[in-house]
């Protein structure tokens, strides 16, 4: 085979082999609860501590983690038993995570705590705005946030376990109030605030030492910061994860303004602790060493989770109120189990039908078409996982449409390679030009259908998504499948001299209708139905 072949091989089975990867488990595997007891305790249950060494290669990431043991897990400290717990828990996860329509999940109401002086009209809209960028940026996880009553707010989480449910609340709750203030290293006034004298301009601010803040000076625990606020992160420009050496960190960049402020304080004030506080907790107090620009680490002992928690949280904004947390419970499927399955199988047949025909009518070329279909369904469950979306009913509508599309791609590829064949061209060269000349129909088709649900993205809101997101990136893969992939398989088989034809069934005799001579009837009909 030519090297170009082998190369477009190549590609296809690594993008196969990533969204395998990707997407595998599927679903939540179940793990016995005596073996789960044994493991909370001295982990020796010797066929799941085996089993889940044995599972050490998988790539597990602390963002994937399933730490459905968390509570007894801390309450052992027991080294063993987390690293068991850590390769047991990709075990039990599954990479897609089903909606609230077909799996339920939890319900946090927030009551909106503001002061009757800051209290406005729009407020909590405005609280709801700045939590759908915070836990939902990319809007892939079908959080539902809405108004739920006068200063209320109720969010619904699908399929969320104990520790994500957590995170969450750790991450609502947050004010994401970003100050950079001065501290003192005045002996004098550090020797006057150690004897609980007030000094003017300073206050005391303690340092967390139970979630490992850093910055201490000559062992206190305390910082005499300034009480003027020197720059706040309503000048941050851009946020985003970082490392400093091994340890995750929070990089930012501020505006012109911010950058020429920060730039003037750093420049004379060389020397002294420079105290980063976040929601009134000193985070970290490193020395000023030069003059900086506009641009910076925030480092605190974070794990990663807690950096891109923080990211998050500051790239939305501070919030105007706080959140109280007044009710959380666990809601089940907003579909009935009968609803659910009906829907499900309906796609099946609806999917199955379609295929069963291509593979009769098309022969060898429909089975390499429902082999595209196949791949093009899993490589749109493997991008699903990537980035962490959730399953919903409208998303399962949208997979039994790119199966339409996808079908739609192949009738156009194989009928331009019939009448190729007709006109009396070579199997190569007749496949070659049905592609060539399939190509700017399908792109069209897809293109338009993209450009529709990237509209739906922006104005709807979570089903709507959901569907929205599917169809996209199924329509995407359905470019790679029905133009690369059967065009590989296809291009190895006349190498390989496998095959000397492409058989298709006829039902239709051919007809020679003049679609471009009734464009302009058939726009003015469109145009009256628009209207209409």
């Known amino acids: 085979m030519q090297s170009g072949l082998w190369f477009k091989v190549f590609v296809i089975v690594v993008v196969i082999l990533i969204a395998l990867a990707a997407c595998y488990p599927l679903q939540e595997k179940v793990v016995r609860v005596e073996d789960v007891t044994e493991i909370n305790g001295i982990a020796t249950k010797r066929d799941v501590v085996s089993k889940s060494w044995s599972l050490a290669w998988l790539p597990i990431t602390t963002f994937e983690r399933e730490t459905i043991l968390t509570d007894t897990?801390?309450?052992?400290?027991?080294?063993?038993?987390?690293?068991?717990?850590?390769?047991?828990?990709?075990?039990?996860?599954?990479?897609?995570?089903?909606?609230?329509?077909?799996?339920?999940?939890?319900e946090l109401l927030y009551r909106v705590r503001v002061e009757s002086k800051d209290d406005r009209a729009g407020i909590t809209a405005e609280v709801i705005q700045i939590l759908e960028k915070r836990i939902d940026p990319q809007g892939v996880m079908e959080y539902r946030i809405q108004e739920h009553g006068q200063k209320r707010i109720l969010i619904q989480v699908p399929g969320a376990t104990k520790v994500e449910i957590d995170r969450l609340k750790e991450r609502i709750t947050r004010l994401g109030k970003l100050e950079f203030r001065l501290a003192t290293t005045d002996q004098g006034l550090l020797a006057a605030a150690r004897k609980g004298q007030p000094v003017p301009g300073y206050y005391v601010h303690w340092v967390n030492k139970k979630r490992g803040y850093r910055g201490d000076l000559e062992g206190e625990s305390w910082y005499l910061v300034g009480n003027r606020v020197e720059v706040t992160g309503e000048r941050l420009r851009r946020v985003f994860p970082d490392a400093k050496g091994l340890e995750p960190v929070v990089g930012f960049e501020f505006d012109d303004a911010g950058s020429k402020t920060f730039a003037r304080i750093t420049e004379r004030n060389?020397?002294?602790?420079?105290?980063?506080?976040?929601?009134?907790?000193?985070?970290?107090?490193?020395?000023?060493?030069?003059?900086?620009?506009?641009?910076?680490?925030?480092?605190?002992s974070f794990t990663q989770e807690q950096v891109n928690d923080l990211v998050a949280t500051l790239r939305a904004g501070s919030l105007p109120a706080d959140l109280e947390l007044e009710m959380e419970s666990f809601v089940g499927p907003s579909l009935g189990k009968d609803s659910i399955d009906k829907g499900i199988r309906a796609g099946l047949v609806g999917s199955a039908l379609v295929l069963i025909f291509m593979a009769a009518y098309y022969l060898l070329s429909g089975l390499l078409a429902d082999f595209a279909v196949f791949l093009n369904l899993g490589l749109v469950l493997g991008a699903m996982a990537l980035l962490k979306a959730t399953l919903t009913m409208p998303g399962i509508a949208g997979l039994v449409l790119t199966v339409g599309m996808a079908v739609d791609a192949n009738v156009l590829i194989f009928e331009r390679i019939r009448e190729e064949r007709a006109r009396g061209k070579q199997l190569s060269a007749a496949i070659k030009a049905g592609y060539e000349r399939a190509f700017l129909a399908i792109f069209d088709s897809n293109l338009t259908t993209i450009i529709t649900a990237i509209i739906l993205y922006a104005v709807g809101t979570g089903p709507v998504k959901g569907f929205a997101v599917t169809l996209s990136v199924g329509l995407l893969f359905n470019m790679f499948t029905a133009i690369f992939v059967t065009r590989a398989i296809f291009d190895m088989l006349v190498a390989k001299q496998m095959i000397h034809d492409l058989p298709m069934m006829q039902w239709v005799p051919p007809t020679n209708i003049p679609f471009i001579s009734m464009r302009r009837t058939a726009m003015a009909c469109s145009l009256a139905i628009i209207v209409l």
Do not use: F, N, Q
């Not at 063993?80 to 609230?100: A, F, N, P, Y």
């Open 73 to 106: 897990e801390e309450k052992t400290g027991d080294v063993m038993s987390r690293k068991v717990l850590k390769r047991i828990e990709h075990v039990v996860k599954g990479k897609i995570k089903l909606g609230l329509d077909l799996r339920g999940g939890s």
């Open 270 to 300: 060389i020397g002294a602790p420079l105290a980063i506080i976040l929601d009134d907790e000193l985070v970290s107090a490193p020395v000023i060493r030069e003059r900086i620009p506009g641009h910076g680490i925030i480092e605190g």
